[in-house]
Every structure is written in structure tokens, then in C-alpha cells.
Nanobody
Framework: QVQLVESGGGSVRVGESLRLSCRANVYTSPALRYCLAWFRQAPGKEREAIAT????????NYADSVKGRFTISQDNAKNTVYLQMNSLEAEDTGMYYC??????????????????WGQGTQVTVSS
């Protein structure tokens, strides 16, 4: 059973940074064939995929709304995927979720299939 646990959310001011972490037991799988993604959901809005990475690769994919400001990365030894968020804007406020989906291809789509989800961590950006 895939388990994902997010941490690192909080309240910051516009322009500041946060780093989210997601501890994922997918790294203990010998196959290591998972896409990992960060999603977010703002109040009253649909959930949005914002960044992806494959456990076996370095290719990343970003939504236009975060490109150039957010960076997804991973540390296989620590079983963790990160989301570094810089130059935060009020519009970045929302619940952030880590998700995983089995994938042979190392190019992970933002709108791919993600069957496993963490509980989420709240990010609040105020001016």
C-alpha cells in the first residue's frame, strides 16, 4: 500500500518561500516506477496539478502558474519528494497534496493517473 505524508505547510507573506516535503514509501519499491506529483486546491476552486517527477528520472513538469517559481525534487535515500516554492503569491494559497501513480514511462503528465494521495498540508500566503 502506497503511503504519502506531506509536511512543511504554513503561513507566509507574499514574496517569501516555503518548502513542502512528502515522505513516500514508493521509494522502497524495487521497481521504482512511480510518477509523483504535487497538487493544490484553493478555496472554491478545482484541484490543480502543479508539478511532477518520476522516481527513476529527473524530468520534471510544471503548470504555467508555478513555472519559474516552484521546483520539484526528490531524495531517494530519504524517501522524500520536495516542492520548493519561491516568490509566493496570495493566489498560491490552498491545500497542497502529494500524489503518486504507477508509471513505466519516466515522463509524468500533470493530468496523468494518480491513485494514491496524502492528507494534504495547508499553505497560506498573505500580503
Amino acid at each position: 500500500q502506497v503511503q504519502l505524508v506531506e509536511s512543511g505547510g504554513g503561513s507566509v507573506r507574499v514574496g517569501e518561500s516555503l518548502r513542502l516535503s512528502c515522505r513516500a514509501n514508493v521509494y522502497t519499491s524495487p521497481a521504482l516506477r512511480y510518477c509523483l506529483a504535487w497538487f493544490r486546491q484553493a478555496p472554491g476552486k478545482e484541484r490543480e496539478a502543479i508539478a511532477t517527477i518520476h522516481t527513476r528520472g529527473v524530468d520534471t513538469n510544471y503548470a504555467d502558474s508555478v513555472k519559474g517559481r516552484f521546483t520539484i525534487s526528490q531524495d531517494n535515500a530519504k524517501n522524500t519528494v520536495y516542492l520548493q516554492m519561491n516568490s509566493l503569491e496570495a493566489e498560491d494559497t490552498g491545500m497542497y497534496y502529494c500524489a503518486a501513480g504507477a508509471s513505466i514511462t519516466t515522463m509524468c503528465e500533470l493530468h496523468g493517473r494518480y491513485d494514491y494521495w496524502g492528507q494534504g498540508t495547508q499553505v497560506t500566503v498573505s500580503s
